[in-house]
């Protein structure tokens, strides 16, 4: 394993650790939907209920992950639904710049749209062939994996389409807006001031 594939402080493991914070929510298949609001192109609401999202079309890729906690786990094979699948179904208005991902419990994480639309970032429902477990986010996780891990949001509900930079669960308690692994950008006292939405 070549140590030039790990970003600096990174280390792998042996077992891939369940970093999450509250309870593991229960899945109930006829109460799931996924939403997508905010400056929408048509400036509507788009939902899939669960069995209307398992037929939307899916994707493999194989990407490492990057925990801030300081693991990586190499050459993961995830499949789910593209990111910029979404984007083509319910597009975003001219002037949306970021999302917001929504998940359980109100967690959520920002993303530039363009991060957001890369080839790479999916909404997960397997890893490795097999389906997500429930603390790794089943049934759907966002992965991004050009970002630390907190941006790959478990439980994934909504995405919130913006017009500004605004802040999610972790970057308002500290950890970096941007998150790159390869930049160590893990908290906010690192931030440069291009690099965070402008204090109100």
Same mark, same amino acid.
């Given at each position: 394993?070549?140590?030039?594939?790990?970003?600096?402080?990174?280390?792998?493991?042996?077992? =891939?650790?369940? +970093?999450?914070?509250?309870? /593991?929510? *229960?899945?109930? $298949?006829?109460?799931? #939907?996924?939403?997508?609001?905010?400056?929408?192109?048509?400036?509507?609401?788009?939902?899939?209920?669960?069995?209307?999202?398992?037929?939307?079309?899916?994707?493999?890729?194989?990407?490492?992950?990057?925990?801030?906690?300081?693991?990586?786990?190499?050459?993961?094979? =995830?499949?789910? +639904?593209?990111?910029?699948? /979404?984007? *083509?179904?319910? $597009?975003?208005?001219? #002037?949306?710049?970021?999302?917001?991902?929504?998940?359980?419990?109100?967690?959520?994480?920002?993303?530039?749209?363009?991060?957001?639309?890369?080839?790479?970032?999916?909404?997960?429902?397997?890893?490795?062939?097999?389906?997500?477990?429930?603390?790794?986010?089943?049934?759907?996780?966002? +992965?991004?994996?050009?970002?630390?891990?907190?941006?790959?949001?478990?439980?994934?509900?909504?995405?919130?389409?913006?017009?500004?930079?605004?802040?999610?669960?972790?970057?308002?308690?500290?950890?970096?807006?941007?998150?790159?692994?390869?930049?160590?950008?893990?908290?906010?006292?690192?931030?440069?001031?291009?690099?965070?939405?402008?204090?109100?």
């Amino acid at each position: 394993m070549s140590e030039r594939r790990l970003p600096p402080g990174q280390y792998v493991p042996n077992e =891939w650790p369940a +970093v999450h914070y509250g309870p /593991v929510p *229960k899945f109930r $298949p006829h109460r799931w #939907d996924l939403q997508v609001y905010g400056a929408t192109a048509d400036g509507t609401q788009y939902r899939w209920d669960w069995t209307e999202f398992q037929t939307l079309p899916r994707v493999d890729v194989v990407t490492d992950f990057h925990c801030v906690t300081r693991f990586t786990k190499l050459d993961v094979r =995830w499949r789910g +639904v593209a990111a910029s699948t /979404v984007l *083509k179904l319910a $597009p975003p208005a001219e #002037d949306a710049t970021h999302v917001m991902v929504w998940a359980e419990y109100g967690y959520s994480a920002n993303l530039p749209l363009d991060d957001f639309r890369r080839p790479d970032v999916i909404l997960a429902t397997h890893r490795d062939g097999k389906p997500l477990e429930p603390q790794h986010g089943y049934p759907v996780r966002l +992965v991004v994996p050009h970002r630390y891990g907190w941006k790959s949001v478990k439980w994934v509900r909504a995405i919130e389409y913006l017009t500004a930079d605004r802040r999610g669960f972790w970057e308002e308690r500290g950890y970096h807006n941007l998150a790159n692994p390869w930049l160590e950008q893990r908290y906010s006292y690192q931030e440069d001031p291009g690099d965070r939405p402008p204090l109100d």
